[in-house]
C-alpha cells in the first residue's frame, strides 16, 4: 500500500505530520511519498500542482492532502491545487460527515453526511469577463453521467452506515435544466433502493434547517457548489472546521482531505488542530483499504482523548493544548 502525502500550505504542515504518524503506528507497511502543490510551490516553481505530484497520486492511488492557500483574486497561471487534483484523478465523489464529538463547540445529536458532487457546476472553472472586466460570467454544468454515479455514491454509503433518508438538496426552482436534471436523476436512481428514504429540500431551506436542526438531517446529496457550502456549515456543529474530517472518492483514487483551508491567521504556532485531518486518513483507511477495524480504532481514540477534555484552543473558544501535545494524547490511546 502507498500513501501520496501533500501537505501543502500554512497549517497542512503541521497537521498532515499527524495524521501520517498515527497511520504508521497502526500500518507500518503503508510506504509514504511527499508530493507538492499550492502557493509555495507556486511561488518556487511556477506551478501549483506539478505533473510529478499528479503522477505520484495516481501512482499511490490513496492521498493525504493538507490545504492550499489560493488567493481571492485571479493570478496568472494559478489555479486552485486541490479542484485540479480532484479533476486529475476523477475523484467524482466528496464525502463530509459531520457527526458530534465531545468538545464544548459540538451540538450533540449531529450525525450527517454531506455527499458533494465534486467534477461540475460552477466549479469546472469556466469563468470569463466581458465589458473591460464589469461583466463576469461562469458556466454552471451538470450531466446525467455525473449526477447517476453521485446518486448511487449517495445511497451505497446510506445502506453501508445504517443510514435511513437520503436528501437531495438542490435549487430547482430557479434552475431548472441543471438542478433540476440533478433533481430528477437523483430521483430516478434513488428508486433502486427502496429500502432507503429519499426526499429533497431547496438549497436555502436546507441552510435554514442546517441551522435551526441540525439533528434531521442524515446523508445529503447535492451538487458541488451547495455542498460545499452547506458541509462547512454542518462542520459548526461538528464542533468547527477543526474537527472537519472529508474524503474524495473516485473508481481508482481517494484523497483524503480535511474541509479546512491553510488557516494563515494560526499557521507556524503549532495549535492548528489535527483531528480534522486525523479523522480524514481514517475515512481512508476505510473506505479506500477496506480497513474498518483500524478506522475505528483511531475514530475511538480520538472520542476518548476529546471525553478526557483533552483538545486545542479552536475547539473551546478559550485555552487548549498544541498540536503535538495533543497528537501525543491521541497516540496514548491507540494504545
Ligand atoms: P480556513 O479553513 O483556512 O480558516 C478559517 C478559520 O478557521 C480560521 O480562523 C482558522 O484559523 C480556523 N481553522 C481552520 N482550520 C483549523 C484547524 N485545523 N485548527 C484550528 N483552527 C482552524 O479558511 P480561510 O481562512 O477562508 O482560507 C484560508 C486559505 O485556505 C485561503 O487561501 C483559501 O483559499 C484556502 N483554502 C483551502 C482549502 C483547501 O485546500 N482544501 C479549503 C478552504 C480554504
Ligand atoms: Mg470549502
Known amino acids: 500500500m502507498k500513501l501520496c502525502v501533500i501537505k501543502g500550505d500554512g497549517i497542512g504542515h503541521e497537521v498532515v505530520p499527524a495524521a501520517v504518524r498515527i497511520l504508521q503506528q497502526l500500518m507500518p ?8 502543490a499550492g502557493w509555495d510551490c507556486f511561488e ?17 492511488q490513496a492521498v493525504l492532502f493538507g490545504a492550499c492557500s489560493s488567493p481571492s483574486y485571479a493570478v496568472e497561471g494559478y489555479a486552485s491545487p486541490i479542484v485540479q487534483l480532484r479533476r486529475a484523478t476523477e475523484t467524482y465523489a466528496n464525502l463530509r460527515p459531520t ?9 450533540e445529536g449531529v450525525d450527517l453526511v454531506v455527499v458533494r458532487e465534486n467534477t461540475e457546476d460552477l466549479y469546472i472553472g469556466d469563468e470569463h469577463t466581458a465589458d ?54 437523483a430521483y430516478e436512481v434513488s428508486r433502486q433502493y427502496s429500502d432507503i428514504e429519499t426526499d429533497e429540500l431547496l438549497v436555502d ?39 472537519a474530517p472529508a474524503l474524495n472518492l473516485g473508481d481508482e483514487v481517494a484523497i483524503a482531505e480535511p474541509v479546512h483551508g491553510s488557516a494563515p491567521d494560526i499557521a507556524g504556532q503549532g495549535i492548528a488542530n489535527p483531528t480534522a485531518a486525523v479523522l480524514s486518513a481514517a475515512m ?52
Open 44 to 60: 518556487q516553481t511556477g506551478q501549483a500542482l506539478p505533473a510529478t505530484t499528479i503522477q505520484l497520486a495516481r501512482e499511490s
Open 205 to 243: 431551506t436546507a441552510a435554514y434547517w442546517m441551522v435551526k436542526e441540525p439533528t434531521r438531517f442524515d446523508v445529503i446529496l447535492t451538487p458541488n457548489l451547495y455542498g460545499d457550502i452547506l458541509s462547512d456549515m454542518a462542520a459548526a456543529w461538528g464542533g468547527g472546521l477543526g474537527m
Open 99 to 107: 457527526r458530534f464529538l465531545p468538545v464544548p463547540t459540538a451540538r
Open 29 to 36: 507497511e503503508v510506504e509514504v511519498v511527499y508530493g507538492r
Open 132 to 185: 473591460a472586466g464589469d461583466t463576469g460570467t461562469a458556466t454552471k454544468r451538470i450531466t446525467r453521467r455525473a449526477s447517476e454515479r453521485i446518486a448511487h455514491t449517495a445511497f451505497r454509503l446510506a445502506r453501508q452506515e445504517g443510514r435511513h433518508r437520503v436528501t437531495i438538496v438542490h435549487k430547482g426552482n430557479v434552475l431548472p435544466q441543471t438542478d433540476g436534471l440533478f433533481r430528477r436523476v
Open 284 to 335: 481512508l483507511a476505510r473506505h479506500k483499504w477496506g480497513q474498518v477495524t483500524i478506522a475505528d480504532h483511531i475514530e475511538a481514540a480520538v472520542h476518548r482523548a476529546l471525553s478526557r477534555g483533552e483538545h486545542t484552543a479552536d475547539v473551546s473558544g478559550g485555552i487548549g493544548m498544541s498540536t503535538a501535545a495533543f497528537v501525543d494524547a491521541i497516540c496514548a490511546e491507540l494504545g
